[in-house]
């Protein structure tokens, strides 16, 4: 192992109510991918956020290439050479690429000290050179993908030549080929002598990219081992103190239950093409298909928040006009966006509102909300749902990915909506809280709730679905039962372009 770049020894941070810390530790070393592993609210990345200078340490040392410093803030970070890249990017969309990557430390130039494009363009370029990216420093970071925003964000990162670089969930959004990209920046970067921290849910990852794994419990260190010495069944027991058998209840007793939502030939543009399928009571239909497939597009479509060209939707038989959400919720659809953040969530309120806002009609008299009546029922699904926060009072932002999916869950439960679409359910969060969401979605389906779960991840549709829609290029080209559906079989539908 080469030289030790980072020691952090005895780390400990408490919030208003909650204990985060408790005597942590942590080792990086130059060179070396170090995956941090742990369950939501583990303590992760509290502990990264004070490495980075977001956060001030309550007690313990950090120890930086061999001497102990004090980081009070990102910029103390950054002079050190420690970046971190969030998983929420930050980026600002109307600036370009050259922009976001030297916003603060722009060149200027003559005695006005107007900003020499030139330079900085140029200076991008030989730095998305080095890294072997083709894009244009001169594009706006709106129009590019999810994963090349990624790559702007490593590229910000190594301008102010770090050399300690924490990534948090750096795949959550990546297709396969674009995550074998990443992977090979990683490569390069390690043999630059860069430390890497690597903090990610997917543990079929940490075996390929990482040398080592620390994984944390409950605001503690629990042990660091080297990723070709351990399994991952071995690495989830570490990480919840049990062990986690989640298997399928995928059945075909669905198959004649009665329909409650059937869609003919929905179209809008090149994103949806002639688009038709049922859902029964009481179902999982699972919907499968490469990035950019149309999958989101048709739930968007139905929930009515982007306009469709031609098509019908039928619920329970009748045919629904569904022009905006509102239209949705109204006969009884719940959407569950990919992006719980922006679409699912008011990140600012508590669990309480959160949890009753699609439903405040039902709770207000004359224009006043009948707050006790909002708190039973949010304290309902709180516990209904096991959603862990300190109390009703605690802003949403504040709580785990796990929990805060779970919030936008127990929203569309008080509304009691019969149709259900889960998009990406357990995106960027932790093996723990997977098994819950789905004990939770299996649940449901057998209280007659019809899901359609729309996910990225080949073994959550085959664990999951009773029924399987592939899409490719906004067109369904295969439909699969529990009992034919196989990572090959969907795979061959997923790239099968008609």
């Known amino acids: ?17 909650v204990h985060a810390l408790k005597q942590c530790r942590f080792e990086l070393c130059s060179g070396e991918v170090h995956a941090l592993l742990g369950e939501n609210g583990a303590g992760k990345s509290t502990l990264m956020k004070i490495l980075s200078g977001v956060y001030s340490k309550d007690a313990g040392r950090i120890v930086y290439k061999g001497k102990e410093v004090e980081i009070p803030n990102t910029k103390a970070a950054q002079d050190l050479g420690i970046s971190i890249i969030f998983q929420e990017f930050n980026l600002i969309p109307h600036l370009t690429v050259a922009q976001n990557i030297y916003i603060g430390r ?22 998305l050179d080095m890294m072997n990216l083709d894009i244009d420093p001169r594009a706006k970071v709106s129009e590019l993908s999810v994963a090349k925003q990624q790559m702007v964000e490593i590229a910000k990162a190594l301008s102010l030549n770090s050399e300690v670089l924490i990534m948090d969930e750096p795949t959550a959004a990546l297709t396969d080929s674009e995550i074998d990209e990443l992977f090979r920046i990683i490569r390069d970067l390690r043999k630059k002598g860069v430390g890497i921290i690597y903090i990610s849910h997917r543990l079929e990852e940490i075996g390929i990219i990482s040398d080592r794994i620390t994984v944390m419990r409950d605001g503690e260190y629990i042990d660091t081992v080297p990723a070709k010495d351990v399994t991952t069944d071995q690495i989830i027991k570490m990480m919840v103190g049990r062990e986690i058998y989640v298997t399928s209840e995928a059945t075909d007793e669905s198959a004649n239950n009665e329909v409650v939502l059937e869609v003919k030939n929905l179209n ?8 038709s399928f049922k859902l029964r009571k009481g179902e999982i239909l699972g919907f499968a298909g490469l990035m950019g497939a149309g999958r989101t597009e048709v739930a968007r479509a139905i929930f009515g928040a982007d306009p469709i060209d031609s098509g019908e939707v039928f619920v329970n038989g009748t045919k629904v006009n569904i022009k905006q959400p509102i239209d949705a919720v109204k006969n009884g659809i719940g959407y569950l966006s990919e992006d719980r953040k922006q679409f699912g969530l008011m990140l600012d309120l508590n669990v309480e509102l959160n949890t009753v806002i699609a439903s405040l009609k039902n709770y207000s008299k004359l224009g006043w909300i009948d707050e006790n009546k909002t708190r039973k029922d949010a304290n309902k699904w709180v516990e209904a749902l096991k959603i862990k926060t300190p109390g009703l009072e605690q802003r949403v932002k504040n709580l ?44 449901l389906a057998a209280e007659g709730k019809a899901i359609i779960m729309i996910s990225s991840e080949l073994p959550e549709i085959l664990r999951m679905s009773h029924r399987v829609i592939v899409m490719c290029e906004g067109r369904i080209t295969g439909e699969l039962s529990y009992k034919e559906a196989t990572q090959e079989r969907i795979m061959e539908y997923a790239t099968r372009r008609l």
Do not use: H
């Not at 192992?1 to 208003?16: Q, Y």
């Not at 722009?106 to 730095?127: A, M, S």
């Open 1 to 17: 192992m080469s030289d030790v770049l980072v020691l952090m020894e005895g780390i400990d941070k408490t919030f208003p109510g």
């Open 106 to 127: 722009e060149p200027r130039r003559g005695v006005r000290f107007i900003l020499n494009e030139k330079e900085i363009n140029e200076k991008t370029q030989k730095l």
């Open 268 to 275: 809008r543009g090149k994103a949806i093409r002639d688009v």
């Open 400 to 443: 785990s990915g796990g929990n805060q999916q779970k919030v936008v869950i127990g929203k569309w439960l008080t509304r009691d909506c019969n149709i259900l679409i889960f998009d990406e359910p357990t995106r960027g969060i932790d093996v723990g809280a997977k098994s819950e969401i789905y004990k939770l979605m299996n649940k």
